[in-house]
Every structure is written in C-alpha cells, then in structure tokens.
C-alpha cells in the first residue's frame, strides 16, 4: 500500500483508480432534466450513482481499496463495520478478488440492507446499535480472522475512489459553476473536492449536509473537528463524523458547506422521484434540497450534483 | 392527412413519424440490469418510455399526429378525452405546435394528471366518470370548439408514432430474439408490431395484459373483437378496449398475447423499481410480470421490453 501519510491522494491516485475500477463499477450517466432546470432556474447536471454497482457510489471506494491490497495483505479477507452502503459495496469488491468479507452490523439494520450483503457472500456479525458495541464487534472479529480492516471513508484509496465519479462527470459535462455532494464522513465529499482540483479547478465545491446532523458544517466554519452529536436525519447515510483524513482535505479544497431542513430534502427527493423518474436515497436529495432553500444561490448557473446512492425501503417513504 | 384506409401504416410512416417527432421528444435510453438477468435467467433490454417527454411512449404519437396535420385541420386547436397519459401527451403536442388542446377529463381523475395537463396549457373539462359521459361531453367540446379530435390509439399516425420506440430500441439493441409490450387499446403494441416486422423480423413479438383485463387476449385468441368489460386491474393504462385500426394489426403481426395475475404485476413493479432504481407505472411492468409466471418460456434469450411510462402516484403505492 502507497505511504499517504501528511499528503493528499495526487491526481495520478484518482486516475490510476478509475483504471483500476473500470471493468468493476458502473460508468454511471450524467440526467438532466428540462422540468426541474425550470423549477430551479439553472441548468443541473445529476451524476447518477444511484444507478452504480450495489446502488451507491461505495462500490467505487470500495474496489479501489481491494483491489490496491497486496496478496499478502488479503490473504485473510477484509472486515468493516457498517449498516448500510459501504457494508454491500466491500462484500462486492471482496467477491470480486475472490476473498472474504467480513461485515459487522448493528442488529437493527434495514432487511435490504441485510440481504445486500448476503447477496454479495459476506459474511455478517451482528451487534448492538451502538457505535462503541460496532468497534468492540470488530476488534474482536478482527482478531480471530486476520482479515485487513476498510474503512468507509477515512483512507485515502477509498478517497480516491470515490473521486472517480466527479472526474467522469467532468468529462462528461465540461467545467460546471458548482458541483455539489453530499457529506457524512466526507469520503464522497473530499474525492470529489480534490478531483475538481484536479479536473475542473475553475468549479466552486459545495457540499450539502442535513442541518439535524450538521458536524462537518460547524466543523468546516470553525477550522476545529466537531464529532457528529445525536444526529437525528432522513438522510441515514449522513449521520457520521469526518475523519481526520477527510476533514483537511475538505478544509482546503471545499468552498463552502451548506445545510437544510428535514422538509426540504423529503421535497427534493419527491421531486427527483416524480420528474426524473428516478429513484434516490434521502443522502441523494441533500444537495437539491439546499439549492431549494437558496443556499447556495444558483440562479442561471450550471450546477453538477452527485446523486450518491439510490437504496431505500421502497415500503417505508418519507411521504 | 394521408389517407390510410383499409391499409396498415408503412415503413415510411414509421420513419417519417421519427422524423417529425426527433426535435420534441426523447430518444430514451435502453438500460440493461445484470441483477434482474440473473433473477430471470435471460438478457433483458428495456427501453425507457418511463423518460419519455410527460413521462409515458404517449408523446411520441400525440406529436407524430399533432405536426402531421395541416394548419387548416388545427386551426380551432386538438381535443379529446382521457383520463391518463395521452391527456398531457397531447396537452404538451398542442403547446408545442402554438395550438389549443381541449382535454375532457372525468372528475374523478388522479391530481397528479390533472396537474400535468395544466402544465402544458391544456383546457380542461371535467365530466362523469363513464365512458357514455366522456363520450358526450367531448362531442359538446367539439361542437363548441371545432377542435380537431385525437382519438389516443385508433389512429394510424398514432399507431406510427408508437412505432418509433422500438424502432429506436433495435437501432441499439440489434434483433432481440421476442419484443414485448403492454396492451390496453393496442397503439404501443401495433406500433410496435409495425416496427418489428419492417425493421427486425426475425423477432418475435408479444403482448402482455393483465388477466383482469383480457379482452385483447381474447379477441386475438377468437380472432373476434370482445370490448373490454369492468376491467379491474392495477394497470390504469391497460383498462381500454382495443380498437377497429389497432386489432387487425395486432391480428396480423403479433406472434401472442399473453396475460397475467395482478400480484405479479405488482411484484415486477417492485423489482423494476428496487433493482434498477427507476420508476415504472404498473402498465410497464406486465411484460415483466408475465415472463415472471413463465409466460413466455424466455430462457436464455435475447429480449426487450417496452416500459411504457412511469406516471404514478408516489402516496399511493401498492406494497
């Protein structure tokens, strides 16, 4: 494994993981939509990882990281705890090399959650809800496999990865005004902030979190990491802290970070559904939903967004 | 208007419906799902008429029609009468043509419809919810108006227009092994019957209906007209009575009809909708459904399906 320590992945680390990807995930397509360009006022642009392998732009950090991983390195499989997309996105990559995964999840994970990663061969530990229970969990299943462990997003062969979608996007659209991305541990967002350093340096980055889980805002305007506290939002994928890896990154190449309301991102993500015909988890809608709340002001811009995943209980709509 | 009578469209109809109508609507995409190819054990190619312009196939014969006739015919504008998807295709044909469409619509019509045909500007009036009632309420707009009546499929420049989907698809997709398409008043499956027999006629081509409203199985099985009658199926696109254009076309050039049960329908929908994250209406998912109760054997073939729309109301889901 390549020593990043006190560096940011280069730009040959982004373009050396879409290479490695390729024939893994999906080139997803980049959606627009002439009802909601006049709903809004601008010209958007969505990336449509709701569309990628395993239903989330995961898959692409996931790969990366397995797939960069000496023989050596794997020849006990991997682990990771997890409850949602990185937990089906890592049993995927695994079964791809051919290894095992090893998946802790809280007892309370969502049924399709569940039957994703069993979907994929992984093999799953169940614990208690909490996060402390979740790193006991591991640690004690780390021990008795040997398995190398993946985080979801604080490593930067997973940064990488997830910065491949941004990169496609801007070969697909050229240089937008704004792209925008959705942040809970910051994986999606730092990729995509470093691949618009590195492929559009002209586009301003915003990322979009719920204001009911808003760590990486408080922690992005005062310069000092604040953990995420009770987070209490729709968009389940958003719910956990920066990493200190994520955190500088996004600390010198984001514009801005924005939040939203409850309301606003259940709107954003009917009005996703209903117009594009398209279906996207609550995460997805968080950006649309600031824009909605004019945060950021937008108006006749071209404006990239990252629909990041697309997994929800189709029996259990915010609506 | 040409006149077509006691003849079939030909394939110049068809290629000159696609060119007519290239500027106004979509060229939709085909999408393919590894996942659901591994569930049904064949390649499936579906071509998404769920994007198409005002969401449904609907748009490419309402405009096909509407830019087919002369100034004089649409100097007092279009009407008809509909409850569903042909109302805003041929709401949106008009706004685009600079004419006026009169749309009779029976009271009882969901919001969501009524809605869109306001978007594109059409005039609405509301009527009993009966087919005697939507009958003589039209002929009233029409004698008040002098609009030009645009019957939804009985119709050869309709029927054309619908052709051009799955022109599209084999100019993807190459010869498929089957094609099949949903069937309610019989414009798609006409139109697509058309298609493949000019343009890849090597394949195989199937209707799908839902057995709680069989009334084309059964006149293509007696080779006799049967209307439809109390049609009671969750397929709110399928419910009409095929017509004296479309039936002897269907007659000729489609291989089968198939039915099937409400409950796959709705199970096909799901799958649609969870696996490849798109939103389909259930009148899109009976081909599915049907190949899900084995109907027809499609074992390891090559075969595309027509989703028709994807106009659904997102509060009243059926799961």
């Known amino acids: 494994m390549k020593d990043h320590t006190g560096t940011f992945p280069a730009k040959s ?46 898959s692409r950090g996931a790969v990366n990281k397995v797939f960069s991983l000496s023989n050596d390195e794997i020849k006990n499989g991997v682990c990771t705890h997890s409850s949602g997309n990185h937990a089906a996105a890592l049993a995927r990559a695994a079964m791809l090399r051919g290894i095992d995964a090893h998946i802790v999840m809280p007892e309370n994970s969502s049924t399709v959650k569940i039957e994703a990663v069993k979907h994929y061969g992984g093999k799953i530990t169940f614990c208690k809800p909490t996060l402390d229970a979740r790193e006991l969990t591991l640690r004690q299943v780390k021990n008795r496999t040997k398995a190398f462990e993946v985080h979801p997003y604080n490593d930067f062969d997973i940064i990488s990865g997830q910065g491949t979608a941004a990169m496609e996007l801007f070969q697909e659209t050229g240089a937008p005004d704004i792209i925008m991305a959705p942040v809970g541990g910051g994986g999606l967002l730092s990729g995509t902030a470093l691949a618009t350093h590195y492929f559009s340096p002209g586009t301003k980055i915003i990322g979009a979190e719920p204001a009911r889980a808003d760590d990486a805002f408080r922690s992005f305007k005062a310069k000092t990491f604040y953990p995420s506290e009770n ?54 809608a968080v950006p649309l939903a600031a824009i909605l709340e004019n945060k950021p002001d937008c108006r006749n811009k071209n404006v990239a967004i990252i629909l990041s995943g697309g997994n929800v209980d189709l029996t259990s709509l915010p609506w």
């Open 231 to 284: 987070p209490d939002t729709i968009a389940d994928g958003l719910r956990t802290s920066l990493g200190n890896l994520t955190f500088p990154i996004i600390l010198q190449h984001v514009d801005d970070i924005v939040t939203t309301s409850e309301e606003a991102i259940i709107k954003a993500m009917k009005l996703i559904w209903e117009r594009m015909k398209i279906i996207v988890e609550p995460s997805s």
């Open 13 to 58: 680390d982004i373009e050396d993981a879409a290479k490695r990807i390729r024939n893994h995930v999906h080139y997803t397509p980049v959606l627009t939509s002439q009802n909601l360009d006049s709903i809004f006022g601008c010209h958007l642009y969505f990336k449509c990882e709701n569309f990628q392998k395993a239903g989330a732009f995961k």
